[in-house]
């Protein structure tokens, strides 16, 4: 797909929601800022609209999307929630929490969102932007991170830019996220175990292996800079661009405090800064595996992971 869109740059101000709105509701890509990162959202409930996200996203067919629902009642005529997972959402939406759950049989759902799955992944934000473009559309959105697939995840509209510039309708600009990497992803299984697919800023238990692919970020090479990456470095090698943690300072710092919510929130803008570097490498320092540095960890052993 070749550049063959003028991406407007949209205020988050009510004339920019309703622009967006307008964009979405006629079947057109919007990147759209949430707690964690920018989404690239589309109709839900449109093949072609859905369609056009693994296009503009070069997104392999195989790896499902997470569809952003306004309310559990939304959620409830998508998909089958147990007791289990009807109170993980009653204690954690909206929020930064995506449960995948049987999808209905009726569910007024493009296919391609579940990916050929028997479930569908739902999260139900709660950045107040992303929630007034949801009213606006009167919809469900299908939002995975507006970038092209595989490459480091947005945080701001710059980031949107760099890869979807010219690939999607529209960016709407309300500045950088808050909490910087990806929902936490918990599987409800039907004898009500919680399997956590991918960690993230609610931190609910261990991340559990699973065979194959049933949610976002599952893929062992994802979150890439472009440069190979090492992790827990205590300082720089030749020609390395350093990011930082605690007393370790570098060329730019995750947190000088030591602060792993600093961290998450400035992870991909520290990412794109040493992507954009003249440095060939790139190094991190460690971070605790603990708490927000579990997800942190998780996207930087990703980030790490040969390219396929």
């Given at each position: ?15 920019g ?39 503009a ?22 998909a ?13 939406w ?5 449960l ?17 799955l ?20 009167g919809a ?12 480091l ?18 960016v ?13 992803i ?6 009500g ?9 609610l ?39 350093l ?23 400035r ?19 460690p ?12 996207r930087?052993r ?7």
């Amino acid at each position: 797909m070749t550049r063959k869109y003028a991406t407007e740059r949209l205020s988050a101000d009510a004339h920019g929601i309703a622009r967006a709105s307008e964009l979405l509701r006629a079947g057109g890509l919007v990147a759209v800022p949430t707690e964690t990162v920018y989404g690239l959202a589309a109709r839900a409930d449109s093949e072609a609209a859905v369609a056009r996200i693994y296009e503009a996203k070069g997104r392999p067919s195989f790896n499902p999307l997470i569809v952003h629902v306004a309310s559990l009642d939304q959620a409830e005529r998508l998909a089958e929630l147990s007791p289990v997972a009807k109170d993980l959402a009653a204690q954690h939406w909206p929020g930064p929490l995506t449960l995948v759950l049987p999808r209905r049989r009726d569910a007024a759902l493009a296919a391609a969102v579940s990916a050929g799955l028997p479930t569908v992944a739902l999260r139900c934000p709660a950045h107040s932007v992303m929630r007034a473009v949801m009213d606006g559309v009167g919809a469900p959105l299908a939002a995975p991170s507006a970038n092209r697939s595989g490459f480091l995840s947005p945080t701001s509209a710059e980031h949107v830019l760099a890869t979807l510039d010219g690939r999607i309708d529209a960016v709407l600009d309300a500045g950088p996220c808050s909490a910087g990497v990806e929902s936490t992803i918990a599987a409800v299984r039907a004898d009500g175990r919680i399997d956590i697919l991918r960690p993230g800023p609610l931190y609910l238990g261990a991340a559990r292996a699973s065979e194959g692919v049933e949610s976002p970020g599952q893929l062992a090479s994802h979150y890439a800079p472009g440069k190979p990456l090492r992790l827990n470095a205590l300082e720089a090698e030749s020609r390395e661009f350093l990011l930082g943690f605690g007393v370790i300072r570098g060329d730019v710092s995750l947190s000088e405090k030591g602060d792993l919510s600093e961290a998450a929130a400035r992870l991909y803008a520290c990412l794109h800064q040493a992507a954009a570097a003249s440095h060939p490498s790139i190094a991190v320092a460690p971070i605790p595996e603990e708490g927000l540095g579990i997800a942190i960890n998780d996207r930087l052993r990703r980030a790490a992971a040969p390219q396929a």
